[in-house]
């Protein structure tokens, strides 16, 4: 095993700041949140072959429902049949607590003159395409990294778009 730092690598990184901001769910969110918790928590104690199953299952639907808490598919049995069936909350064109914060961050930066990197870590629901939708609707000029382009040509690709004016990046981390 290796340990290294970024100052280990040599690399001469731009300054950036991390702001970890906690948000409450909304209360329609948080009560849905809880009933699916108190469902899969129900079903994996009354049947082990299942509760293997679930694990996944549990974990990633109780990750992402705060993020999107609308257009999760049930969660089924072995025989197909629904066991845990989330409900949706929120519609996916309404603005939640992280996207209006994420929205005065960016804000606050880009009237400074600074760029800004949003890390999503769920590439698989939309957050990126609805914060990029919503920077655009605000004039900001922003892109989402695709994960199919190659790491040996992001570095190009990000210059590309800076040198056109991107003023926030999106992306995996």
């Known amino acids: 095993t290796v340990f290294l730092s970024l100052m280990d690598m040599g690399k001469d990184l731009p300054e950036y700041e991390e702001i970890p901001v906690g948000l409450a769910m909304g209360p329609e969110v948080e009560q849905e949140y809880k009933r699916l918790t108190e469902a899969f928590q129900t079903q994996m104690r009354s049947d ?7 694990l996944s299952a549990y974990l990633n639907t109780l990750t992402v429902y705060p993020d999107q808490p609308y257009g999760i598919p049930p969660v089924l049995d072995y025989d197909n049949r629904p066991l845990v069936v989330p409900i949706a909350t929120v519609q996916p064109e309404e603005l939640q607590q992280e996207d209006m914060k994420a929205l005065e961050l960016v804000r606050q930066k880009v009237e400074k003159g600074e760029k800004v990197l949003i890390y999503t870590s769920w590439v698989r629901i939309d957050t990126q395409q609805k914060l990029l939708g919503l920077l655009a609707q605000r004039g900001c000029r922003a892109a989402v990294l695709p994960a199919n382009i190659e790491p040996i040509k992001r570095e190009r690709w990000i210059e590309n778009h800076l040198a056109n004016g991107l003023e926030v990046l ?3 981390p």
Request: glycine share 0%; aromatic share 0%.
């Open 170 to 172: 999106i992306c995996n």
């Open 48 to 54: 082990r072959k299942t509760a293997r199953k679930l």
